[in-house]
């Protein structure tokens, strides 16, 4: 069964540095997106991702984040100058089509700043 | 604007019994609902989803939930717990175009054998 990956699984990293989260989503489909989960509160949505351009961004997602696709498989998130407050679990999702097609979820990568 | 609320963020039940997750939300145009579930370290899990057909909705492992507009709610049901139901829960709404989904906080089922 096609799955959503994701890479790190842990990543730990000093304040202020650069990190870039990797996700392979599955391989037909269309539409990414990128969530954040804090430790205890709620998933926070921050990005979508449609024909090689943003289609809507929360106002968490400031210019200290950027996401690309690369490639053909690859969707990454790209926290430039991270902050204490970034820490959380950061889930990649992707759907075949959006609205009334399910987003597919990915293990998450739990990113921790020090 | 969007919005679940998720009541009880820990819920236990014995093995056996009725689950009942509770979900209400808030929505300027007609929802799309879902029910997703994450185990330890893994993602998340599409349960069920409404999205305007059927008010009552079948979803996979014996869960179901009922869209009842008039209470804007969205609550889980399945009438014996298992063990392995033991999980987090979250609701979500999206509109129509599928480009957000905002989540409840979640909620903590455990499954008391």
């Known amino acids: 069964e096609p799955e959503v990956t994701q890479t790190p699984s842990h990543q730990v990293t000093q304040m202020g540095q650069e990190v870039i989260l990797r996700c392979v989503p599955i391989?037909?489909?269309?539409?990414f997106y990128w969530y954040r989960q804090i430790l205890g509160q709620k998933v926070e949505f921050l990005v979508s991702?449609?024909?090689?351009?943003?289609?809507?961004k929360s106002e968490i997602f400031d210019d200290q984040f950027s996401v690309e696709r690369p490639d053909g498989s690859n969707f990454t998130l790209k926290i430039r100058s991270t902050k204490l407050e970034d820490s959380a679990m950061y889930f990649c999702?992707?759907?075949?089509?959006?609205?009334?097609?399910?987003?597919?979820f990915g293990p998450g990568t739990r990113l921790t700043v020090l | 604007a969007q919005s679940v609320t998720q009541l009880g963020s820990h819920v236990s039940v014995s093995e056996g019994a009725l689950v009942l997750l509770r979900c209400n939300y808030s929505?300027?145009?007609?929802?799309?609902l879902f029910w997703y579930v994450q185990y330890p370290n893994q993602g998340l899990q599409l349960l069920l989803k409404?999205?305007?057909?059927?008010?009552l909705v079948k979803g996979i492992n014996g869960f179901e939930a009922e869209f009842k507009k008039s209470e804007t709610s969205f609550h889980l049901t399945k009438p014996s717990a298992h063990m392995s139901d033991a999980a987090e829960y979250f609701c979500?709404?999206?509109?129509?175009?599928?480009?957000?989904?905002?989540f409840g906080t979640g909620t903590s089922l455990t499954v008391i054998p």
């Open positions: 409404y999205t305007s057909a059927a008010t």
């Open positions: 929505s300027s145009v007609p929802p799309y």
């Open positions: 979500a709404v999206s509109d129509r175009t599928g480009n957000q989904f905002y």
């Open positions: 391989s037909n489909h269309l539409y």
């Open positions: 999702a992707s759907s075949g089509k959006g609205g009334l097609y399910e987003q597919f």
């Open positions: 991702f449609y024909n090689n351009e943003i289609s809507e």
